[in-house]
């Protein structure tokens, strides 16, 4: 993702400035998905055959979400820059010579996209059905009502990212747009938001109550002690 070599002129020097938010838009999004993963065994520390089992597909999925979070991650930095529009398609749009490959670049566009959303889709989805398998054993891990109800919300915020991109998909395939495609991933902030919000203030909620309840019970023990001692 960054330049191996030493810059040989200032238009290579220009090129290895210019391009390493490419490298840390990938870095974050690989980073998140390596935040949530290592949550999910920090909280729950599970080795059973299903979860190794979801964990090798998680792994593999980011290995391969990488190369088109990178793709695009320099198409959108591009776009940003404001690049020849010409250049873009004969650089990353092109077509090797020889190959007999009728694909537009429109439609090049619109895959690079399903590529993506697939990518997308598949990372956030496996973390679910992982948080949904702790979920299914809270018993055996002995999950607390705010742990169950943090956890509902984890999977409900993967499922959100995970809708989004199917979304995404759903235009591509219904019409080949590729802006309004890309345009539905906006959605993810203002949703994962509302249930941000909600899951913190119903936890603390939940949170206060176990705490008074804990508090009323205890006053009750000590009433109890101080009354048989004046007995």
């Given at each position: ?153 984890s999977i409900r915020a ?39 919000v909600y899951v913190g ?31």
């Amino acid at each position: 993702m960054v330049s191996q070599g030493v810059p040989g002129t200032f238009c290579e020097l220009w090129e290895v400035v210019r391009d390493p938010p490419i490298f840390l838009a990938s870095f974050a999004m690989l980073m998140m998905a390596w935040q949530y993963h290592y949550q999910f065994f920090r909280r729950y520390g599970l080795e059973d055959g299903w979860t190794v089992f979801l964990n090798m597909i998680f792994l593999f999925h980011v290995l391969f979400y990488a190369y088109p979070l990178k793709f695009l991650a320099t198409f959108l930095w591009r776009l940003i820059l404001r690049e020849d529009t010409a250049f873009m398609s004969a650089f990353m749009f092109a077509v090797p010579d020889g190959l007999n490959w009728r694909i537009l670049e429109l439609s090049q566009r619109s895959w690079m996209l399903i590529v993506y959303g697939v990518g997308i889709a598949g990372v956030f989805g496996i973390l679910a059905l992982m948080l949904g398998r702790a979920y299914w054993l809270r018993a055996e891990l002995d999950l607390d009502e705010i742990e169950c109800f943090l956890t509902r919300g984890s999977i409900r915020a993967h499922i959100i990212t995970m809708s989004v991109a199917a979304l995404s998909l759903w235009i591509l395939f219904n019409g080949y747009q590729p802006g309004w495609a890309g345009i539905a991933y906006f959605l993810i902030g203002p949703l994962q938001t509302a249930n941000g919000v909600y899951v913190g203030r119903r936890g603390e909620a939940m949170r206060r109550a176990m705490e008074a309840s804990a508090g009323s019970v205890t006053l009750e023990g000590s009433s109890a002690t101080g009354s048989e001692r004046g007995e």
